[in-house]
């Protein structure tokens, strides 16, 4: 496999009994507790475990469950069960290069997504936001922990820019109120330390070698795009730059994967955005939120990348407006600028799947293909920003 991203990956953890997501010798008096905390009603006897399919792309997420019952009086119930785990649990992490894996297994804070409950965190959620509600924390063997939530009844309507621009505008006012010294002490990593580590540690191997290779842009499905491979290549050089300019930004906790499944609109709750999965934990630049909201259904093939342009025009007025809301006013160029060169850094050089190159169907050299869209529009708009940034006498850009 040459770098860069595959898709269709799933994950491959080990399949866990009822009994062990909850660590308990008496199952039935545990389901009918836990059901009588999260429901204020009383199980009825016999509960079905289903295991829910996952992508593998997130090292601390082991498994996924849903537990299924009955109350007394014939309500259907459901929980869902999240099992985090130690990076070193992770499959794909065997296939990385040993001094990465080595370095991922003892920096990678698996156990992050638990600050959604944090008191302090949970004050700073702006309404119309909130995580789920956490029924059991459980402790597992093994570095792994079970999380016993709310399960969301997601609303069928599909994500459109009517919700592309909420999402954004909650961002902006959850990461502005996430910029507080209050805040930001709870975490005691650098400044944009996810991202760098990303960009210094794995993108070297998934985005910036196969640029190189010759033969393999020689590909049929690669060899008209070699102006874009040009541009990412000029690029490149300037990576530690653009870190150290990030570093410079205005900061904020950031949910740090805040893709629009992350995101999630209860059926019930059409005014309520429920956030799920925090990664990338670390201090990040005021925009660093808006990558993954760009681009998270199309690395999903949910929408296409023709769309990019009307989302991405969509979201950054939305963010601004919502930092504003909250009394944020940073430099509007400054939050741009980390828009568009996070998002490049994060999902453009490595955008490419090469792992399909090998695959006759069509259905392939269509996923393939929107990932080139995609790098494409990531490429330029970044290139279109620094040279905005070059008018106004702050930021040197190479000429195409």
């Not at 997130?58 to 459901?78: E, H, I, K, N, V």
């Not at 059926?267 to 630049?285: G, M, Q």
């Not at 850094?345 to 869209?373: I, K, W």
Request: charge should be negative; charged fraction near 20%; proline fraction near 9%.
């Amino acid at each position: 496999m040459r770098g860069a991203r595959v898709g269709g990956q799933l994950g491959g953890g080990p399949a866990f009994l009822l009994d062990e997501l909850l660590q308990t010798v008496d199952l039935g008096t545990t389901v009918r507790e836990l059901v009588r905390e999260a429901f204020g009603a009383e199980a009825a006897a016999g509960s079905t475990l289903e295991a829910v399919p996952y992508a593998s792309g997130s090292p601390a997420t082991g498994a996924l469950y849903r537990l299924r019952g009955t109350t007394t009086d014939g309500r259907p119930w459901s929980l869902f069960c999240k099992v985090l785990q130690h990076v070193r649990h992770w499959p794909t992490l065997a296939f990385l290069p040993p001094e990465i894996a080595a370095d991922m297994a003892a920096w990678f804070p698996w156990r992050s997504e638990l600050e959604l409950w944090d008191p302090m965190i949970m004050t700073s959620f702006p309404p119309g936001l909130r995580p789920p509600r956490l029924h059991r924390l459980v402790e597992l063997p093994d570095d792994r922990v079970a999380v016993w939530q709310e399960d969301i009844a997601i609303s069928a309507e599909p994500f459109g820019l009517d919700h592309y621009r909420r999402a954004a505008y909650l961002l902006g006012r959850w990461n502005a109120r996430c910029g507080t010294p209050e805040i930001l002490a709870t975490n005691d990593s650098p400044a944009n330390q996810a991202l760098r580590q990303y960009a210094t540690a794995a993108l070297p191997m998934r985005g910036l070698e196969p640029l190189t290779d010759d033969e393999l842009w020689s590909h049929p499905w690669l060899r008209d795009h070699g102006e874009l491979r040009r541009d990412l290549r000029r690029l490149a050089p300037r990576i530690p730059e653009f870190l150290d300019r990030l570093d410079t930004m205005p900061l904020c906790l950031p949910h740090g994967d805040a893709s629009p499944q992350n995101l999630l609109i209860p059926r019930d709750e059409p005014d309520t955005i429920v956030v799920i999965d925090l990664s990338f934990r670390a201090p990040h630049a005021l925009g660093f939120d808006l990558g993954q909201l760009l681009v998270g259904l199309v690395h999903a093939g949910e929408v296409p990348a023709s769309r990019l342009p009307a989302i991405a025009d969509t979201i950054l007025p939305g963010y601004l407006r919502g930092l504003r809301a909250e009394g944020a006013n940073p430099p509007i160029a400054a939050v741009a600028w980390t828009f568009a060169i996070a998002t490049l850094l994060r999902s453009g050089f490595d955008s490419f799947l090469y792992g399909l190159l090998d695959d006759p169907s069509d259905g392939a050299r269509h996923t393939f293909d929107e990932r080139v869209r995609l790098c494409r529009f990531l490429a330029d708009r970044a290139v279109g920003t620094l040279a905005e940034a070059n008018i106004l006498g702050r930021t040197p850009v190479f000429h195409r």
